[in-house]
Structure formats: C-alpha cells, structure tokens
C-alpha cells in the first residue's frame, strides 16, 4: 500500500504528463498536486523539528 506522499508524487508525475500532452488545459491540476506535495513535506519537516525541540534539541 503506497503513502500518501508516495500516491500525491505518482498523480504529480502523471499530471506532469497530461500538461506535457495536452497543454495548459491541466495546469491547475498539477500545480494543485505539487502545493499538496509541498504541504506534506513542510508538515514532516516540522513535525521532526518538534520532536527534535521536545527531546531538548535545538533544530
């Protein structure tokens, strides 16, 4: 069973392709994905940070 990162990166890189294809039509769809994409990363990002900050760790 693919992550949710793993499941966003594969309709990016579909969406990717269909704008490759098709044009600008399905722009907004990929960037939506890639804003998605981005999102989970700044979420792990920062849930890493916190842990790190309750461990006494600075990040």
Do not use: T, Y
């Amino acid at each position: 069973m693919l992550s949710e990162s793993e499941r966003l990166l594969a309709a990016l890189n579909i969406a990717a392709q269909i704008v490759g294809r098709d044009g600008e039509a399905f722009l907004p769809i990929f960037m939506r994905l890639e804003s998605e994409v981005q999102g989970l990363e700044l979420q792990a990002s920062a849930l890493e940070r916190a842990k790190g900050m309750s461990r006494g760790r600075a990040a």
